[in-house]
């Protein structure tokens, strides 16, 4: 069993940075390819970065491509999302995922955290 719990979120400017946090229980942390999703108001649920178990691989949205650096600490269980540029469309709820049961781009993770809103100001 993997409980994820997301921090970092909050209100900025556009331009500013964030870095959120997933910290993660459970065994199955370092062995799990693990992402972020974001779900804005009356939108679904996107793919927005993911990164394989030993954070030798990782994969953006192309939205993101360029602002957003996902990383991973195996030791501390944690895993991050730094996100620079911030733009307002960047605003949403951001889930943090582990262990995919489909392609790393789709919701289909077996964990969910239960997200930070993140809320960015023109």
């Known amino acids: 069993q993997v409980q994820l719990v997301e921090s970092g979120g909050g209100l900025v400017q556009a331009g500013a940075s964030l870095r959120l946090s997933c910290a993660a229980s459970?065994?199955?942390?370092?062995?799990?390819?693990m992402g972020w999703f974001r779900q804005a108001p009356g939108k679904e649920r996107v793919f927005v970065a993911a990164i394989t178990w030993n954070g030798g691989r990782t994969y953006y949205a192309e939205s993101v491509k360029g602002r957003f650096t996902i990383s991973r600490d195996n030791l501390k269980n944690i895993l991050s999302l730094q996100m620079n540029s911030l733009k307002p469309e960047d605003t949403a709820v951001y889930y943090c995922t582990a262990r995919p049961t489909g392609s790393y781009y789709q919701p289909r993770y077996d964990y969910w955290g239960q997200g930070t809103q993140v809320t960015v100001s023109s």
């Open positions: 459970g065994r199955t942390f370092s062995t799990s390819t």
